[in-house]
C-alpha cells in the first residue's frame, strides 16, 4: 500500500480514529524547525503560532490609514500606537483602564524602546465595542459608549475602523455568527482557510476545544478559525 492510499483511507474514514483514538495520541511527527519528534497536537499548536504571524504579516502589509477591527476569537495581536491610544480612549468611557501589559508597551512607546520590527498592528477588538450575543443575534454598543451611535458599521467608523477581520470557528454552522451582516456589508479583502481545499471544514477551533477533536484534527491542514478581512468603506 502507498502512503497515498494511507492519506486518502484516512481522510475518507475519519471515524478511524474515534474507534482507535489511542492511535492519533501516540503519533509523534517531525518537529517544523528540525529537533527531536512532537506530539501531533503540539505541531498543529505550533502551525497555530505560525498562521497568526502570517496573519500579523497581512495586516501590516496594508495601506497605512487602515484600522482593522478583529472579531472575537480572533488572534491577540500587538497593538500599534495609535491602537493603544484608542484602546485607552474606550476603555476610559467604558470605567474600565489599560492592562498591565498594555500599559507597559504604551510606556515602551513613550519611551522610544519599541523596535521597528514590534511596531504592532492598528487595530481595536470588537468586544471593547460591542456586546455580541450569537444565540440570540443581538449585537449592541457597549455601556459608555451609546454616543457612538446604534448601527455596527457607524459605531466602527466613527472610531476609525477601515477593515473588519470574520472570525467564524465553525462555518456556516448554527446559530451563525452575529456579526456576518457587518461582514457582508463590505468587501472581501483575502480568506485565511483551515480546511483543505474542500470547504469549509465543520469545525474550525483550536484543537483542543473541538467538540470532536479526533476527527476535527484530521479535517484542517492549518489549524484555528476560518477567517475573513473586509474592507468596511
Do not use: C
Not at 106 to 113: L, V
Amino acid at each position: 500500500m502507498k502512503a497515498d492510499d494511507v492519506a486518502r483511507y484516512l481522510r475518507e474514514n475519519p471515524v478511524f480514529f474515534e474507534k482507535y483514538a489511542d492511535v492519533l495520541a501516540g503519533i509523534h511527527v517531525p518537529h517544523p524547525h528540525g529537533g527531536r519528534a512532537i506530539p501531533l497536537s503540539d505541531r498543529q499548536l505550533l502551525a497555530l503560532r505560525e498562521k497568526n504571524k502570517a496573519l500579523e504579516s497581512r495586516l501590516a502589509a496594508l495601506e497605512s490609514a487602515a484600522v482593522v477591527a478583529i472579531d472575537r476569537y480572533g488572534p491577540e495581536l500587538e497593538l500599534d500606537r495609535r491602537g493603544l491610544v484608542r484602546l485607552e480612549r474606550l476603555r476610559v468611557s467604558v470605567g474600565e483602564t489599560l492592562r498591565a501589559r498594555e500599559e507597559r508597551r504604551k510606556q515602551r512607546f513613550e519611551e522610544g524602546s519599541i523596535a521597528p520590527s514590534d511596531r504592532g498592528i492598528d487595530a481595536v477588538r470588537i468586544e471593547e465595542v460591542f456586546e455580541v450575543g450569537d444565540r440570540t443575534g443581538v449585537v449592541e454598543v457597549r455601556k459608555g459608549l451609546e454616543s457612538l451611535g446604534t448601527e455596527p458599521r457607524k459605531i466602527l467608523a466613527a472610531v476609525g475602523v477601515t477593515h473588519f477581520l470574520l472570525v467564524d470557528r465553525r462555518p456556516g454552522g448554527d446559530p451563525p455568527n452575529a456579526l456576518q451582516a457587518l461582514a457582508k456589508s463590505g468587501k472581501a479583502v483575502f480568506v485565511i482557510d483551515p480546511a483543505q481545499g474542500s470547504g469549509p471544514p465543520r469545525e474550525a477551533f483550536l484543537p483542543t476545544e473541538m467538540d470532536f477533536a479526533i476527527t476535527g484534527l484530521w479535517s484542517v491542514s492549518s489549524p484555528g478559525p476560518w477567517m475573513t478581512l473586509y474592507d468596511l468603506r
